[in-house]
């Protein structure tokens, strides 16, 4: 009796194609999430989508105070909102985003409540875990 097998994958392949998929992955990624968090300031929501939690009377009568009237979150001057850009597989923006979007104690007052806008959209997210696969599975196939 005699028993054949087909091989109709290569790990070798999947090994030398790996970090280009990763890179087209991350790189996508980075841009979907720039797209994701200046959407998310625009509309004034969080990566849940809920509303953002609104500024407290203090913070509003700071910007009162020096002339600004804005009352949405994240947005005082619009220079962390312009900040905000990916290139390849990076996302940058002002250093104190990641403390808006995750909370921070300041030297003074009451401590600054998370206000989380850093994602890509549900659906770019989606789309590029989908492309993701499919790039592996063109990868490993022989």
Same mark, same amino acid.
């Given at each position: 009796?005699?028993?054949?097998?087909?091989?109709?994958?290569?790990?070798?392949? *999947? @090994?030398?194609?790996?970090? $280009?998929?990763?890179?087209?992955?991350?790189?996508?990624?980075?841009? &979907? !999430?720039?797209?994701? =968090?200046?959407?998310?300031?625009?509309?004034?929501?969080?990566?849940?989508?809920?509303?953002?939690?609104?500024?407290?009377?203090?913070? *509003? @009568?700071?910007?009162?105070? $020096?002339?600004?009237?804005?009352?949405?979150?994240?947005?005082?001057? &619009? !220079?962390?909102?312009? =900040?905000?850009?990916?290139?390849?597989?990076?996302?940058?923006?002002?250093?104190?985003?990641?403390?808006?979007?995750?909370?921070?104690?300041?030297?003074?007052?009451?401590?600054?409540?998370?206000?989380?806008?850093?994602?890509?959209?549900?659906?770019?997210?989606?789309?590029?875990?989908?492309?993701?696969?499919?790039?592996?599975?063109?990868?490993?196939?022989?």
């Amino acid at each position: 009796m005699e028993i054949k097998a087909k091989v109709n994958f290569d790990f070798g392949k *999947l @090994a030398r194609e790996l970090p $280009k998929a990763i890179k087209k992955y991350t790189s996508a990624y980075a841009k &979907g !999430a720039e797209e994701g =968090s200046k959407s998310n300031i625009d509309n004034g929501t969080g990566v849940d989508g809920k509303p953002l939690t609104p500024l407290r009377s203090s913070t *509003l @009568a700071l910007r009162k105070a $020096k002339g600004n009237n804005s009352v949405a979150p994240l947005f005082e001057t &619009g !220079a962390l909102y312009n =900040s905000i850009k990916s290139k390849d597989n990076v996302l940058s923006m002002k250093g104190y985003g990641k403390e808006q979007n995750d909370g921070f104690q300041p030297p003074f007052g009451v401590f600054a409540v998370a206000r989380p806008f850093i994602s890509t959209t549900a659906k770019d997210k989606q789309k590029l875990d989908k492309q993701f696969s499919e790039d592996i599975r063109k990868a490993l196939r022989k």
